[in-house]
């Protein structure tokens, strides 16, 4: 079920925000200072893809203060606006029964997406 459901993840625009997890993240690797900051972008690429059968979960020790200070600078440069888009197409898919599973997924990437330093994929 987590195949199929992946699978249909994929075709359903979860490759397209994969893609664009990871170009923006190559994107802000350019620069030394936007490099953590692209290495999130790539492990929320990473989620994008296969959601299904992964949680997004706190890594050991964490929240540190290192990830605190990092998701503050995080939200003040302006990164919650993927969180609120996902909340957006989370609640649009929730709208249809077949859509909450997909609908549930965007939840559960708004919130990685709003705090992404100290998270590990499983």
Same mark, same amino acid.
């Given at each position: 079920m =987590? #195949? @199929?459901?992946?699978?249909?993840?994929?075709?359903?625009?979860?490759? @397209?925000? *994969?893609?664009?997890?990871? $170009? /923006?993240? &190559? /994107?802000?690797?350019?620069?030394?200072?936007?490099?953590?900051f692209?290495?999130?972008? #790539?492990? @929320?690429?990473?989620? *994008?893809?296969?959601?299904?059968?992964?949680? @997004?979960?706190?890594?050991?020790?964490?929240? +540190?203060?290192?990830? /605190?200070?990092?998701?503050?600078?995080?939200?003040l $440069?302006?990164?919650?606006?993927? *969180? &609120?888009? %996902?909340?957006? #197409?989370?609640?649009?898919?929730?709208v249809t029964?077949? +859509?909450?599973?997909w609908?549930?997924q965007?939840?559960?990437?708004? /919130?990685?997406?709003?705090?992404? #330093? +100290? =998270?590990?994929? %499983?």
């Amino acid at each position: 079920m =987590k #195949f @199929l459901g992946n699978l249909l993840w994929l075709v359903l625009g979860g490759i @397209l925000i *994969a893609m664009i997890y990871y $170009l /923006v993240g &190559i /994107v802000m690797c350019i620069t030394i200072i936007g490099i953590p900051f692209g290495v999130q972008l #790539f492990k @929320l690429g990473t989620y *994008a893809l296969w959601p299904f059968g992964h949680e @997004l979960v706190n890594g050991p020790d964490e929240p +540190g203060c290192l990830s /605190v200070v990092m998701n503050l600078v995080w939200i003040l $440069l302006g990164w919650w606006e993927i *969180a &609120i888009l %996902h909340l957006v #197409f989370g609640l649009i898919l929730c709208v249809t029964v077949v +859509g909450i599973p997909w609908g549930l997924q965007h939840f559960k990437m708004a /919130v990685g997406s709003i705090f992404p #330093f +100290g =998270k590990e994929i %499983h």
